[in-house]
């Protein structure tokens, strides 16, 4: 498709449970970003990633979350031990290049922790 | 403080009514400023993109940026139901901060 393409789009999960969401950018964006949005807090950047450069993590808000990018395209992000306040929206974002370029969106996936 | 602070809303307006939504911000380092449109259960829909300050005119939309004041603006012309939603302004610096810093988002509601 044309778009930023994410799977699932809903995910429902036990606490203590590991998941994995997945993330398929816009043909040719070599710039991919990772956002939480929950009600309390609106977006929060989590993770992005540049060509081959190594990402910048500093959004992650605890060693639980990791995330990957394969072949400069489709991207994982991974929760360990899912606890009740990791209930959001995971959106991914994917831009031609990270220069300032504006960013283009899933529709996200919904998480809820049980 | 945030470093982007936007009205929440909600905000309600008959059909026809020019909207304006704003919001302010504290870090200078921004050079890029963007207003998204949310449906509900869907992501974010980029509307309007700028650079430094000025104004931007797309159809019935008009990006305006003062950065002396740290101050957008989104305006909406003859507004439809359609456009019903919530609005998010986001924006980012050069360099290393690449990352969208968002505001909270206004939800709009137009009558028919």
């Known amino acids: 498709g044309a778009g930023v393409s994410q799977s699932p789009s809903n995910k429902v999960t036990e606490k203590g449970k590991d998941v994995e969401l997945r993330c398929d950018p816009i043909?040719?964006?070599?710039?991919l970003y990772w956002y939480r949005q929950s009600l309390g807090q609106g977006l929060e950047f989590l993770i992005y990633?540049?060509?081959?450069?190594?990402?910048?993590k500093s959004g992650l808000p605890s060693d639980r979350f990791s995330a990957e990018r394969t072949g400069g395209s489709v991207s994982t992000l991974t929760i360990q031990r899912t606890q009740q306040e990791d209930s959001a929206v995971y959106l991914c974002?994917?831009?031609?290049?990270?220069?300032?370029?504006?960013?283009?969106f899933g529709d996200g996936t919904r998480l809820s922790i049980l | 403080q945030k470093e982007v602070e936007q009205d929440p809303g909600p905000l309600s307006v008959p059909e026809g009514a020019i909207v304006s939504l704003n919001c302010t911000y504290s870090?200078?380092?921004?050079?890029?400023f963007m207003w998204y449109r949310q449906y509900s259960r869907k992501g974010p829909e980029l509307l309007m993109y700028?650079?430094?300050?000025g104004n931007k005119e797309d159809g019935r939309f008009t990006a305006q940026v003062d950065k002396s004041s740290k101050y957008i603006s989104l305006f909406i012309r003859d507004s439809q139901p359609s456009d019903s939603a919530t609005y998010l302004c986001?924006?980012?610096?050069?360099?290393?901060?690449?990352?969208?810093?968002f505001g909270s988002g206004t939800q709009l509601t137009v009558l028919p």
């Open positions: 974002a994917s831009s031609t290049n990270a220069g300032g370029q504006p960013q283009h």
């Open positions: 700028t650079y430094s300050s």
């Open positions: 990633f540049q060509g081959n450069s190594a990402p910048d």
């Open positions: 870090n200078s380092a921004f050079q890029y």
């Open positions: 986001a924006m980012s610096g050069t360099g290393s901060a690449r990352q969208l810093t």
């Open positions: 043909s040719g964006h070599t710039a």
